[in-house]
């Protein structure tokens, strides 16, 4: 065999080998769902997955010229696909508030992809050290805004992404806004454990009532890195509940596992954070 062929089947064993198919065939029309960071990576594949199962989906975005071309890649792409973008910098309280009082009628998934990772140290509108402040604080807030209009359309979840690099991180109270001794990694990793923390008091808070969200933790499995022909790639998490199954993007480039004890669908992909 050629070089190449060999290349060819080491790459068609690996994905039969990590990345199992995902045959859900569950429709959602009728819902609605809002995906952060919507118009590329993880989040533009959920909203393609969540368009083609019928719900209509709001691709919320900072840049709303990347968020209509999203939306337009996906209704091209799916046969009467419902798709809208709107803009939302999750930088800014005031965008989020006037984002949140354009959601009204019923929301059924709030997907908490966007995100920034290790960037020079900067700061949000209202003054917080960025990546805190857009990955946990703006999505925080926005979770606020739209928890009754959750609760009130239930069945209904929240489902927030998080990273591996959560369990590098520490909450510094002392310092949240990174003042003191800003590092761009170590920024990172705590506003992913916040993203956590958030998520399972927000568990316990809407325990035994109709809106669920992402619960408790990650996998004792998972590894941080992934190697691939030399190639060291960044992996990301998103957790959600297994009886919301149907959310799952396509089997690329995520690979699904499900722990039947726990009932959550774990989902990694090679991405970069939006």
């Avoid at 960071?37 to 083609?52: C, F, R, S, V, Y």
């Avoid at 690099?165 to 990793?189: C, M, S, T, W």
């Avoid at 669908?265 to 939006?274: M, N």
Wanted: charged share 25%; glycine share 8%; hydrophobic share 40%.
């Amino acid at each position: 065999l050629g070089a190449s062929k060999v290349k060819v089947w080491f790459v068609q064993f690996g994905k039969s080998l990590f990345i199992p198919k995902w045959s859900s065939d569950v429709r959602l029309d009728g819902k609605t769902a809002i995906v952060t960071g919507g118009n590329t990576g993880i989040g533009k594949e959920t909203a393609k997955d969540l368009a083609a199962r019928g719900a209509r989906v709001i691709l919320a975005c900072r840049d709303m010229v990347k968020g209509e071309h999203a939306a337009k890649d996906i209704m091209r792409e799916v046969k009467g696909a419902k798709v809208v973008a709107r803009q939302l910098d999750l930088a800014d309280t005031k965008s989020i508030c006037q984002f949140a009082e354009n959601i009204y009628n019923t929301l059924h998934y709030l997907i908490n992809n966007a995100g920034v990772a290790i960037c020079p140290y900067s700061k949000t509108v209202d003054g917080f050290e960025t990546q805190f402040g857009v990955n946990h604080l703006g999505h925080f807030f926005l979770t606020f805004l739209l928890l009754d209009l959750l609760k009130h359309s239930a069945p209904s979840r929240v489902i927030n992404l998080s990273s591996a690099a959560h369990a590098l991180g520490r909450i510094q109270f002392d310092d949240l806004g990174g003042e003191k001794n800003y590092h761009p990694v170590k920024a990172y990793a705590q506003s992913k454990l916040a993203n956590v923390l958030f998520t399972r008091e927000l568990a316990k808070r809407t325990e035994g009532e109709a809106c669920s969200c992402l619960l408790r933790g990650l996998w004792k499995d998972m590894r941080v890195f992934s190697v691939c022909f030399s190639v060291l790639m960044h992996e990301k998490w998103i957790c959600i509940s297994c009886r919301c199954e149907s959310l799952m993007p396509r089997p690329q480039p995520l690979r699904a596992k499900i722990q039947s004890k726990e009932k959550h669908v774990c989902c990694r992909g090679f991405l970069k954070d939006e």
